[in-house]
């Protein structure tokens, strides 16, 4: 991936322009930090895939300006396509290019219903899921409890919180969003990156979910079986779902923290 000064320059102008609109932005799982994180995540990928950094870098920065509006009709992507090309219209872009960032906008939403026509896109579609995933998954979710539930939602059912044996529901329970959403976030990824990272991120979320459960039951709370036969039950949920995905699991039946290498992520300077 090779970034000329005339695109440094030109992230480094728009990454004010969009950090500005975030200044009193309330929804601290999709603020400005967020959209740092997916931006470096997403330039990371587009050097490792050999994507266009310019347009990944932009399209990263613009994916979700549009949650800092409000719009009756469109999705947060539409808006933020809607607002990108706005902001994009005061610069020199090829229309090519500019139509590549804002399909990579539009598309960047699981819940958009659209496949990625691009590399960009897809690059940008799995830095975003990425940064639902590892420990900065686990703090985006934690801050989802302040913004965008219902009184009644609770942060896990009291009689069985890691949904062994019920169906989870990610709208009423917190926790049950691991088991709808973030494990199976992997499969999602379109990318080899992004996939080999994704596996690192999740290996993490099964660790915090077998320490949750160890102090679920150290505690009495909610639990009246023996400890040994919940985290044995739970942790054969968990090889289930690694099973499903041919992913080597060895390491986790003991709780242990194991030592992962880092993925190398090049931060390029904008």
Do not use: C
Request: net charge negative; no cysteine.
């Amino acid at each position: 991936m090779n970034i000329t000064e005339h695109a440094i320059h030109l992230l480094a102008e728009v990454t004010t322009k969009v950090q500005a609109s975030y200044h009193d932005f309330a929804d601290l799982a999709h603020g400005w930090e967020h959209v740092q994180r997916v931006y470096y995540l997403a330039l990371h990928l587009a050097e490792q895939e050999q994507a266009d950094g310019l347009i990944v870098g932009l399209a990263a920065l613009l994916h979700d300006l549009g949650r800092t509006t409000r719009g009756p009709t469109r999705s947060h992507a539409e808006r933020s396509a809607k607002l990108a090309k706005h902001l994009l219209a005061a610069y020199d872009l090829p229309h090519q290019t500019q139509q590549a960032i804002l399909h990579a906008i539009l598309v960047h939403s699981y819940r958009h219903g659209v496949e990625p026509a691009t590399l960009e896109a897809r690059v940008l579609s799995d830095a975003d899921r990425l940064d639902s995933l590892g420990a900065s998954g686990v703090m985006r979710w934690a801050m989802t409890t302040k913004h965008g539930h219902w009184p009644e939602t609770r942060t896990y059912h009291p009689d069985d919180p890691f949904a062994l044996w019920r169906e989870p529901d990610g709208q009423r329970y917190l926790l049950d969003r691991f088991f709808t959403k973030l494990l199976n976030l992997q499969e999602a990824m379109t990318t080899t990156t992004g996939r080999a990272m994704a596996a690192r991120r999740i290996a993490f979320l099964h660790l915090y979910l077998q320490e949750l459960q160890y102090e679920l039951a150290e505690g009495g709370s909610g639990y009246d079986m023996a400890e040994e036969f919940t985290s044995r039950t739970l942790w054969e949920k968990l090889r289930e779902a690694e099973q499903q995905k041919e992913q080597p699991v060895e390491d986790f039946q003991s709780g242990r923290v194991v030592a992962m290498p880092p993925l190398s992520e090049e931060q390029h300077s904008a």
